[in-house]
């Protein structure tokens, strides 16, 4: 905003600085002290709403019979793995083979929850783990890996989660997967998402399938 001066006001203002003359402020209320300002809102995205349950997976009579049976998130489409022949390789994840691929397609999202089978395998379920997170990263550059003990479904269990760069893509996915001993061997779930943004969305299937999973006899 521009001020405009007028020549009685400069000339007012001179004879005051030359004269060392000031005119006192007028006295002014005292004010009350102000609330501190409020603290800004967590910028943190909100966690995706827990997954409607879908199909039991596993059990007799499903899509997949496993060792185990768990909940499928609602939408989510399993459907039986048997790789022969020159496939046969790609089903493999180090002793671990692909038996039962839940799609997450029809609900929305790029990926799968796996479950792989060890026939004949046994003891910490933590050590396993750890042999197919190696197996599964392969050449990838991995980083935040992490296995911890825990209990599933009502068993000594492990879950592990880790994150990987393809290079030749630039893409870069985050995973997770707990691990399990049963009658006819360990048995890995595990969540395999395109890339970092599905993982988010569908880590309430994957939650879903690790509290409602029950162990053969």
Not at 66 to 72: G, I, M, R, T, Y
Not at 140 to 162: F, K
Not at 196 to 203: A, K, L, R, V, Y
């Amino acid at each position: 905003m521009k001020t405009t001066y007028t020549s009685a006001g400069v000339a007012l203002a001179f004879v005051l600085a030359v004269s060392g003359c000031s005119a006192d402020p007028a006295p002014q209320a005292p004010q009350a002290p102000q609330a501190p300002p409020a603290l800004a809102a967590s910028s943190a995205p909100a966690a995706p709403p827990a997954a409607a349950a879908g199909a039991t997976v596993g059990a007799e009579g499903s899509a997949c019979e496993l060792p185990v049976s768990f909940q499928a998130a609602a939408g989510w489409k399993a459907k039986k793995v048997e790789a022969k022949g020159e496939l046969a390789a790609l089903a493999k994840v180090g002793d671990f083979t692909v038996v039962c691929e839940i799609d997450a397609k029809p609900a929305g999202n790029i990926g799968f929850l796996r479950v792989h089978v060890a026939d004949g395998l046994s003891g910490a379920p933590a050590e396993h783990l750890q042999e197919f997170m190696k197996a599964a990263i392969g050449k990838r550059e991995a980083s935040n890996t992490d296995i911890t003990d825990v209990q599933i479904g009502g068993a000594q269990a492990a879950e592990g989660s880790w994150e990987t760069l393809d290079k030749e893509y630039d893409i870069r996915s985050k995973y997770t997967a707990f691990a399990l001993n049963t009658k006819k061997g360990i048995v890995v779930v595990q969540l395999a998402p395109l890339d970092t943004g599905e993982f988010t969305s569908m880590q309430p299937a994957y939650e879903l399938a690790r509290t409602t999973v029950k162990i053969d006899d």
